[in-house]
Nanobody, 119 residues
Framework: QVRLVQSGGGSVQAGGSLRLSCTASGDMLSFNVMAWHRQAPGKQRELVASITSRGRTNYLDSVKGLFTISRDDARDGSKNTVYLQMNSLKSEDTAVYYC?????????WGQGTQVTVSS
């Protein structure tokens, strides 16, 4: 089992910035992928950004150049923390943001955090 604990989020005006964090702990494998997804009201959940344990990143086209995903893995393998720095936020970025951790066939989700951008 892997446990995910999210922090960050909140409300901000358009053009502002927010940072999300998510810490994973438990039975983690050396190769894994951590990601951020979001779900706006009435819409399907979508992948915002992902980063592998080797540092390879992938972004949703609409956030490229605005959002940055990064991670900090403890040397002893006890925990991995993924961050999402969100700049130049727009009202369409309003959603619940979920942290995701994948390893092999296992898939885990964080509790979700609300991000609200007002115009």
């Amino acid at each position: 089992q892997v446990r995910l604990v999210q922090s960050g989020g909140g409300s901000v005006q358009a053009g502002g910035s927010l940072r999300l964090s998510c810490t994973a702990s438990g039975d983690m494998l050396s190769f894994n992928v951590m990601a951020w997804h979001r779900q706006a009201p009435g819409k399907q959940r979508e992948l915002v950004a992902s980063i592998t344990s080797r540092g390879r990143t992938n972004y949703l086209d609409s956030v490229k150049g605005l959002f940055t995903i990064s991670r900090d893995d403890a040397r002893d393998g006890s925990k991995n923390t993924v961050y999402l720095q969100m700049n130049s936020l727009k009202s369409e970025d309003t959603a619940v943001y979920y942290c995701n951790y994948r390893q092999g066939y296992q898939n885990y989700w964080g509790q979700g955090t609300q991000v609200t951008v007002s115009s």
